[in-house]
């Protein structure tokens, strides 16, 4: 392996445990992220959150379930289950909270992210036009579901 | 009681941080959902201190606070974002931030840092 391709899979790998961590530490349910794995094709999705990430490594993080989902998440929080304007709002500040903190918590690598203001996907939405991308599954128990997705320019 | 403007792109994350300043006793006097609305609102309301997201869209909250502090280096600026690394933190401080919440916060921290600012 190169040495550019050995910093790149390490700062990856940092990337892959940091979202893990993030997730862990900004979600306060009863979860398990399961292995992740290759998206090989395009990712589909009926709702979801697109968080732009700069600077080291260039992509995105996509995180996407049933809309439901979300709101059992925010009601973990904020101690309110969220619908409308306010679910839709609360999606996108929890993909910056997630996406956020992988930035602190990578940058003690001395991996130095920025991150874009969250876009919101509602409605059946196809995100392609990324060179690698690994998915993950995050298990939350009797609520459901999320898939969280790291669409990596390089 | 302090006069509060309240800087977030989220319209969610002003509803809870309204919420935990008018449960202390505080009033909300504006909401801004980007840097350069901040800076508007700041200029017009003349608030006792003011919560800044980092990343907005439109002008980020690091910017907004140093045009604040450019025309009022005596404004309380208190950062409130999820990005929480320690530069970004030391640079928030060296503009002239008073604290620096991190997301996702306690209605605890969010007092701790208001009262010691007001």
Redesign the interface.
């Known amino acids: 392996m190169s040495a550019v391709t050995q910093e790149n899979f390490e700062s990856v790998k940092y990337l892959l445990n940091g979202t893990i961590s993030s997730i862990k530490k ?1 979600i306060p349910m009863d979860l398990d992220v399961n292995q992740p794995s290759r998206l090989e094709n395009h990712l589909q999705l009926e709702f979801g959150v697109l968080i732009g990430i700069t600077g080291d490594l260039q992509g995105r993080l996509v995180l996407s379930a049933n809309s439901q989902v979300f709101s059992s998440v925010g009601e973990s ?2 101690g309110i289950p ?1 619908e409308g ?2 679910l839709s ?2 999606s ?2 929890l993909g ?6 992988i ?2 918590i990578i ?1 003690e690598e001395d991996i ?1 992210l ?4 969250p876009t919101i996907m509602e409605g059946s939405t196809k995100v392609k036009g990324f060179s690698k991308a690994l998915q993950m599954q995050v298990d939350l128990k009797d609520k459901g579901n999320m898939d969280v997705c790291l669409l990596l320019d390089q | 009681m302090a006069r509060i403007l309240v800087t977030d792109d989220a319209a969610f994350m002003r509803l809870q941080l309204k919420d935990i300043f008018e449960k202390m006793g505080h009033e909300v006097v504006g909401e801004a959902a980007d840097g350069k609305e901040a800076i508007e609102k700041f200029e017009e309301l003349q608030p006792d201190l003011v919560t800044m997201d980092i990343t907005m869209p439109e002008m980020d909250g690091v910017e907004a606070s140093k045009e604040i502090m450019k025309n009022h280096p005596d404004a309380k600026i208190v950062m409130c974002s999820a990005m929480g690394q320690q530069a970004m933190v030391i640079e928030a401080v060296e503009l002239g931030a008073k604290d620096f919440i991190v997301k996702p916060f306690t209605p605890e921290r969010v007092e701790e840092a208001i009262s010691r600012v007001i």
Do not use: Q
């Open positions: 900004v929080m904020y969220l304007e306010m709002s609360f996108g500040e910056n909270m997630i996406a956020g903190n930035s602190s940058h130095n920025d991150i874009t203001a």
